[in-house]
């Protein structure tokens, strides 16, 4: 079983949508990040949180500790959103981050 | 903006040959990782350096050495080429060695052939 699992793996939205990302991990962490990864491009940091909501734009993100999940939430979902989303949490101790496998997500117009 | 660059978004190389991959941070950033990213198995860590001269094994260190002479830059070497290293590559700094944002380069996407 992977540290940090996050689901969907794949996911197509229809532009307007309310998108929800999840991810659930079983290590103690000490920040959870949110990664967006457009096709050929780099990636860029969204989030980095260690409790409650921060929200940037349409994009919201959560976490809960005692249950050991984080969402990503896209409001008023448009094609430019389509990226692949990753989940990523700091280890307790050091600077690793231990990633999970990503989410594809699709909007369409 | 903190930038960070990679020596090339594309390259190509003959199994056995000796490939230098290299990234170069601006910002003054103590830490400096390199990933390897894979469909299906996400990034994965090879190596990252704290300091100058300083290094630590990731998760996949084998067949793989680093080199950080200096601050900004931290080179990733694969000795002898093989096709199962052909891979999306990707560094990463950051800051405080404690819990902080990475910043990543645009990636080299490199085929061994």
């Known amino acids: 079983k992977n540290e940090v699992e996050q689901s969907p793996q794949n996911l197509t939205a229809q532009e307007g949508e309310f998108i929800t990302i999840n991810c659930s991990y079983s290590v103690g962490i000490s920040a959870l990040h949110w990664l967006q990864q457009h096709p050929g491009g780099g990636i860029v940091s969204l989030f980095m949180?260690?409790?409650g909501k921060k929200k940037h734009g349409r994009l919201i993100a959560t976490i809960n500790i005692q249950e050991k999940h984080s969402s990503l939430h896209i409001t008023a979902s448009h094609p430019r959103d389509s990226a692949v989303y990753i989940c990523a949490a700091s280890a307790e101790y050091g600077n690793k981050l231990v990633f999970g496998a990503g989410t594809i997500l699709r909007v369409k117009s | 903006d903190v930038k960070v660059t990679q020596s090339s978004r594309y390259l190509v190389k003959r199994t056995g040959e000796k490939v230098f991959l290299e990234c170069v941070q601006d910002m003054d950033h103590e830490n400096m990782f390199w990933y390897r990213q894979d469909p299906g198995l996400g990034l994965r860590l090879i190596y990252f350096s704290y300091d100058v001269k300083m290094k630590e094994k990731g998760d996949i260190p084998e067949g793989y050495s680093v080199s950080r002479e200096k601050k900004e830059r931290f080179s990733l070497i694969l000795e002898s080429a093989s096709t199962n290293q052909t891979s999306m590559y990707l560094c990463?700094?950051?800051?405080?060695?404690?819990?902080?944002?990475?910043?990543f380069g645009p990636g080299t996407r490199l085929t061994v052939l």
């Open positions: 949180l260690s409790s």
């Open positions: 990463a700094s950051s800051f405080w060695t404690g819990v902080d944002e990475q910043f």
